[in-house]
């Protein structure tokens, strides 16, 4: 069942791979490069299932432009800043015994960047959603993130 799902999903490993990650930076969790586009393809396959839930089968299928390509932004999205935190979990996970915790802050605005990117594209598919004009019918899209603003100092 889930290998059926994962058939459904609108990106490839090589999309995420086209925004920077490498596999060095996972060979704690990959070894080589068919680890790692195996890492990344279970990755798009969660966030895919993850991607369908929140905006429906049927938004997630639609293949009209503009909506597909919203979609494919937001799992693209959703994938980097899953990847992305599972990077931060290397890096707190492999450092010493000793001495600071390894300063992961520039990993973590990259996750909310990512995490900000994909709420902007999921809230644009619910925005093209179309209805029968008769139907009296409207609707409207709230962004929102559960991160704080960390402008303040």
């Not at 994962?6 to 704690?28: E, H, P």
């Not at 890492?39 to 503009?66: C, M």
């Not at 693209?76 to 990847?83: D, G, I, P, T, V």
Request: net charge negative.
């Amino acid at each position: 069942m889930r290998y059926a799902r994962f058939l459904l999903s609108k990106i490839t490993a090589q999309n995420i791979k086209d925004l920077g990650f490498l596999q060095a930076l996972f060979s704690v969790m990959a070894a080589d490069e068919t680890a790692f586009t195996a890492l990344i393809t279970a990755v798009i396959s969660d966030k895919s299932l993850e991607l369908q839930g929140r905006i429906g089968t049927t938004a997630y299928d639609d293949a009209t432009v503009p909506r597909a390509t919203y979609v494919k932004l937001a799992e693209k999205y959703l994938a980097a800043a899953e990847m992305v935190q599972r990077r931060i979990n290397i890096v707190l996970g492999t450092r010493g015994g000793t001495g600071d915790p390894p300063d992961t802050r520039s990993e973590q605005q990259q996750r909310k960047d990512y995490l900000d990117q994909a709420e902007v594209w999921i809230a644009k598919v619910a925005q093209s959603v179309t209805t029968d004009p008769s139907a009296d019918f409207a609707c409207g899209a709230l962004v929102t993130s559960h991160f704080g603003d960390d402008t303040t100092s």
